[in-house]
């Protein structure tokens, strides 16, 4: 949804004036007529206008223009080849033995480890190199 709402929304044009510009993120190509269902939402923006509030939890947690919703996306993109890299190799090449998964220390630890960890990184907010300051 991060590269659909910085390529096709109109989200920078929302964020400037949210009262009375109405958040849009798909455009109904002119194809055997069906353009009739844009309509205006705003600041020099056709389209339909969007109720799932990705534009207020993007707000929210501080993405302010579509350079950092590209920088989201490309950023998620890579996580998630890493994260299918990770586990092809656990699967293949690093499988634990039986013995791993009947230790019960280790596997508290284990899942402690990834609970701190992420529950660190979500309290800590969003910390991106493409974040812009005027």
């Known amino acids: 949804m991060y590269f659909h709402g910085a390529r096709f929304s109109n989200y920078e044009a929302w964020l400037s004036d949210p009262t009375h510009i109405g958040p849009s993120a798909q455009v109904v190509w002119p194809i055997v007529g069906q353009e009739i269902l844009n309509g205006d939402v705003g600041g020099g923006f ?3 206008q969007i109720t799932s509030g990705f534009f207020q939890i993007w707000r929210a947690s501080g993405i302010t223009s579509e350079l950092q ?11 998630a080849a890493l994260m299918l890299f990770a586990g092809w190799f656990h699967y293949h090449k690093a499988a634990p033995k ?3 998964f009947q230790d019960v220390e280790s596997m508290l ?5 990834g609970l701190l960890g992420l529950g660190s990184l ?8 493409c ?4």
Do not use: E
């Not at 630890?109 to 480890?113: E, R, T």
């Not at 979500?122 to 190199?129: D, E, K, L, M, V």
């Open 46 to 48: 056709r389209g339909i």
């Open 122 to 129: 979500s309290w800590a907010g969003p910390s991106s190199p």
């Open 131 to 134: 974040i812009l300051t005027d």
């Open 98 to 100: 039986l013995a791993w």
């Open 69 to 79: 919703l590209y920088c989201t996306a490309i950023g998620a993109l890579v996580f």
């Open 109 to 113: 630890n284990h899942h402690l480890a």
